[in-house]
């Protein structure tokens, strides 16, 4: 008879009303917990402080690390390199074109001093001469295909 006593009153204890209110105190304590959390969570605290000041003092090293004067000085190369290539491109057209005027000079001289053939072949050299030139330039250009 004592075990069925025992056994009724476990039953009693552990009824689905027992359990409900149990289940629902539970939950209130969690919320409770998940609501002071939340917004205590607000204020900052030492580990996120000490994980941000890690974050801040390795962004620093690395901006420390990066070669700014190395940059700056291929920098000024490169422009120095842009404004000595103008340079020669103009050289050589004061060349070309003294070389130009020397050629009409000398084709001049030679007129006078030569016969009507000759100058027909001079004037045809002149002309492949330009046309090869000319090629040269729209190559080096490289608006050629």
């Keep these: 008879m004592e075990k069925v006593q025992q056994q009724h ?3 009693l204890r552990w009824s689905y009303r027992n359990a409900t209110i149990l289940v629902s105190l539970f939950n209130l304590i969690a919320a409770l917990f998940l609501l002071q959390s939340f917004f205590f969570s607000a204020s900052p605290s030492t580990k996120s402080n000490s994980v941000e000041r890690y974050i801040r003092e390795s962004e620093e090293i690395r901006r420390a690390m990066m070669p700014v004067n190395l940059i700056k000085r291929q920098v000024k190369e490169i422009e120095n390199e842009a404004y000595i290539e103008v340079e020669p491109l103009e050289h050589n057209k004061d060349v070309k074109q003294g070389a130009a005027v ?3 000079t000398r084709m001049n001289n030679i007129r006078s ?3 009507a053939s000759g100058m027909k072949a001079l004037e045809e050299w002149r002309k492949r001469k330009m046309e090869r ?3 040269r330039e729209l190559g ?4 050629t295909i």
Excluded: F, N, P, Q
């Design 9 to 11: 009153w476990w039953k």
């Design 102 to 104: 020397d050629l009409i």
């Design 113 to 115: 001093y030569s016969e």
């Design 133 to 135: 030139a000319r090629k």
């Design 140 to 143: 080096k250009d490289g608006t």
